[in-house]
């Protein structure tokens, strides 16, 4: 098995796209950085009490005119809980770009990384079929369940490598050009409660949910090549699901509460952290729950199209 890893491993380190992807990661996040640090002001805001409140007063006007079952309404009914809260113990906005602001908002960034590992993953069974090589592939002493095995161990640290540069990445360069002045909380919303958390905290629980999400997508886009063997249907499925997931789950969840046993509905594990769940009654729990039990359901369909499937009309 790990040899089966370390020869994938090895296509992936030989391959110019690779390279062509660290760099372009690199670039990104370097403009991204650069831009930031070009916003970022540290003038202190005397009327910043008074913004809040028309804030506040803004948002209850428009929340007023919403049905609950809207998106925006749970929303905004977090931002008026929010800027009450900054009200109460004096809590400032941050006015200033830091480290941590960078890594916040770096989101984009993760997307890119979500799509470099769907594509990966649509493709890294369905292009042994394309390119003819899976016949050399079954022929060798290997049982097909570990060469499907070791594609998906190569998948998850071609993932956590990715997001683990980035991240590091991001963090040299913020520190660099932007450097730890300013703010260094984050407030969320949970269970009707806004609470602070530490942006490091915040952080970790932030890119293991998205982590986790890319990977369930990625798991999905894994199964369908598998089997299909087509690239396109795999790429073009698991993207549109990953980009416009939540759209559709929040359109979805205006009729029925089904909608929270959903791949959709409960992937995306960082809607805890805002509390802005699709479904009132979900929590956390659940949400592991369901999609511990999709990713064994994707895994398992996998295997046993691809260890069944007759190779030699392949």
Same mark, same amino acid.
């Given at each position: ?9 090895? #296509?992936? &380190?030989?391959? #110019?796209?690779?390279?062509? *992807?660290?760099?372009?990661?690199? %670039?990104?996040?370097l ?6 640090s ?17 804030? /506040? ?22 931002? /008026? ?5 900054? $009200? ?13 602001? $960078?890594? *916040? ?12 590992? %769907?594509?990966?993953?649509?493709t890294?069974?369905?292009?042994? !079929?394309? &390119?003819?090589?899976?016949?050399? *592939? ?9 060469? +499907? ?22 963090? +040299?360069?913020?520190? /660099? ?29 932030? !890119? ?6 890319? $990977? +369930? ?9 598998? $089997? !299909? ?7 073009g ?10 759209? /559709? ?11 929270? !046993? ?32 999709y ?12 260890? #069944? &499937?007759?190779i030699?009309?392949?």
């Amino acid at each position: 098995m790990l040899r089966l890893v370390k020869s994938e491993l090895y #296509k992936l &380190r030989l391959s #110019k796209y690779t390279w062509i *992807i660290g760099g372009s990661l690199l %670039i990104i996040s370097l403009f991204y950085a650069i831009i930031l640090s070009f916003n970022s002001t540290d003038v202190e805001n005397a009327n910043w009490r008074e913004q809040i409140q028309n804030q /506040i007063q803004s948002d209850q006007e428009t929340i007023a005119t919403l049905h609950p079952v809207v998106p925006m309404y749970s929303f905004l009914k977090e931002q /008026i809980a929010i800027n009450q809260y900054r $009200l109460e113990v004096d809590l400032p906005p941050n006015t200033e770009f830091n480290v941590w602001t $960078l890594l *916040i908002e770096i989101g984009p960034i993760i997307s890119i990384i979500g799509l470099i590992s %769907i594509i990966h993953a649509a493709t890294s069974v369905s292009s042994e !079929f394309t &390119r003819g090589t899976i016949k050399i *592939i079954s022929t060798s002493s290997n049982k097909r369940w570990k060469i +499907l095995t070791s594609k998906f161990f190569t998948l998850m640290i071609l993932l956590t490598t990715l997001l683990f540069s980035v991240v590091a990445l991001n963090t +040299l360069i913020g520190y /660099i050009f932007l450097g730890t002045d300013g703010g260094n909380y984050y407030l969320t919303y949970q269970n009707g409660e806004v609470q602070e958390l530490g942006v490091v905290k915040y952080l970790l629980l932030n !890119f293991s949910g998205a982590w986790f999400n890319i $990977l +369930l997508i990625a798991s999905l886009a894994f199964m369908i090549s598998a $089997l !299909f063997r087509n690239n396109v249907i795999a790429i073009g499925f698991s993207l549109l699901i990953y980009f416009t997931g939540t759209a /559709i789950t929040n359109f979805l969840a205006l009729h029925s509460d089904w909608v929270k !046993f959903t791949l959709l509905a409960n992937s995306d594990l960082t809607q805890y952290l805002d509390g802005s769940t699709t479904i009132a009654s979900m929590s956390i729990e659940f949400s592991v729950v369901v999609n511990l039990i999709y990713l064994v359901i994707f895994l398992l369909i996998s295997l046993i199209s691809f260890t #069944k &499937r007759d190779i030699k009309t392949a």
